[in-house]
């Protein structure tokens, strides 16, 4: 029995969001016994640098009416009533990490928004953040009041009102405030009551054309290997609709940069599926729910580096198709967030550069005509995308990319 559970898929994605160390990496732990910041740097600078992602699975002591993440309840040391697995995504919470948080924003269907009780809300990328998920269309939010053990009742019931006034002009007003300590492990059961009363999981297309966003791309062979044991490379994501299977010859849009007649251009690249993971195991088929990774016959030298982060995966003639240029519908804030100073959002300039993200992609996007119903922007790298995708807009404002609205493509 125990061995079924392990390739149960995860249902879900959930992001955890919110400002820098304020201890998203902490409660992945304590959810899932994973630590996310395996990247080198992230482990020298404390900071979760790319999108970090971990399984953990939500069990119910019916005797006690208990909500915990273990196959038997510590407080009556019984078998617990397995509910359902999810993936979530540890979004950096570092102000120059804004794509990167926009892109994992991209793959989910709910979101954590972290808030230290210990100091004031909200702070810079809280504002940002928070801002970001309602460009993304994200529904489902709870607000989590961590380190309560690092204050007293007054001050914990101080932030308490400043979260709810931050919010209380935005779509998420009512969402709930779940007060915990990720490193006491405390209130941390009512936190899983409420994902599962407040995050459903959403129906799925299964019999569409399938459908993955890349998040994160990779080589997994180590150094030294001999040729005749390498292995191909692999692409983490999510899938959005559909269902893809071991050995599936499979699309991949853009593709892949190569260089010819002095000019920069993107090749769709074709493979096959070898394996597919997910849920910490090995399957043979996956459908859209949590994060999820494909083994593919791809040369490991083309994936490594996240280099087809971004990329679209489907079956061959069936993706969205590749935009060099793009035309935008454009809505923009009235302020820039993220800033200590807010300012006016002033309108989109000719030849203006700015960051776009669509889908799990990340470009740069050069203003050729900024009419604001029909903005146009030609694109250093190209994208994969429908009309009606929205398009987040980021503009550089002293040394970062600030969120500052997005576009409908047309």
Not at 34 to 54: F, M, N, Q, V
Not at 123 to 133: D, N
Not at 359 to 372: E, F, I
Request: hydrophobic content about 35%; some cysteine.
């Amino acid at each position: 029995m125990a061995k079924k559970k392990t390739v149960i898929q995860p249902e879900l994605n959930i992001a955890l969001v919110g400002h820098v160390d304020h201890g998203k990496t902490t409660l992945t732990e304590r959810f899932s016994g994973k630590w996310t910041d395996t990247h080198s740097e992230e482990l020298k600078k404390g900071i979760t640098i790319r999108l970090g992602y971990a399984d953990f699975s939500i069990y119910y002591d019916e005797e006690n009416d208990f909500y915990t993440t273990k196959e038997k309840s510590i407080k009556s040391n019984k078998e617990t009533k397995f509910l359902r697995k999810i993936s979530l995504v540890d979004s950096p919470g570092h102000e120059s990490l804004m794509a990167t948080m926009l892109s994992g924003a991209a793959i989910v269907d709910g979101a954590l928004l972290m808030v230290a009780a210990n100091e004031k809300c909200p702070q810079p990328q809280t504002k940002e953040h928070l801002m970001a998920l309602q460009i993304s269309g994200i529904k489902h939010v709870i607000i989590v009041q961590n380190k309560i053990d690092l204050v007293s009742h007054e001050e914990a019931m101080k932030n308490h009102e400043q979260i709810k006034a931050f919010v209380a002009n935005s779509e998420y007003k009512d969402v709930p405030i779940i007060p915990i300590s990720a490193r006491a492990n405390v209130n941390v059961d009512m936190l899983l009551k409420t994902i599962q009363e407040v995050i459903p999981t959403p129906k799925r297309n299964v019999k569409s054309d399938p459908l993955m966003q890349v998040a994160r791309s990779f080589d997994i062979n180590k150094p030294g290997i001999t040729p005749e044991k390498l292995i191909g490379g692999v692409l983490g994501g999510t899938m959005k609709e559909g269902t893809f299977k071991v050995n599936d010859e499979i699309e991949i849009v853009p593709g892949y940069m190569v260089e010819e007649k002095n000019k920069r251009i993107w090749k769709p690249l074709r493979t096959k599926i070898t394996q597919i993971f997910s849920g910490g195991a090995s399957v043979d088929s996956i459908s859209p729910g949590g994060s999820m990774a494909l083994s593919t016959t791809l040369d490991p030298t083309i994936v490594k580096s996240d280099t087809l982060t971004g990329s679209l995966v489907g079956l061959p003639g069936k993706l969205p198709s590749v935009h060099e240029q793009v035309t935008l519908d454009v809505h923009l804030l009235k302020r820039v967030v993220g800033t200590k100073e807010e300012t006016d959002v002033k309108p989109l300039a000719k030849k203006e550069m700015l960051m776009l993200n669509v889908n799990s992609a990340v470009t740069v996007g050069v203003v050729t005509d900024p009419s604001k119903k029909n903005t146009t922007c030609t694109l250093r790298k190209p994208v994969a995308a429908n009309v009606g995708d929205r398009i987040t807009i980021s503009r550089r404002i002293g040394d970062r990319f600030r969120l500052i609205g997005y576009g409908i493509l047309k």
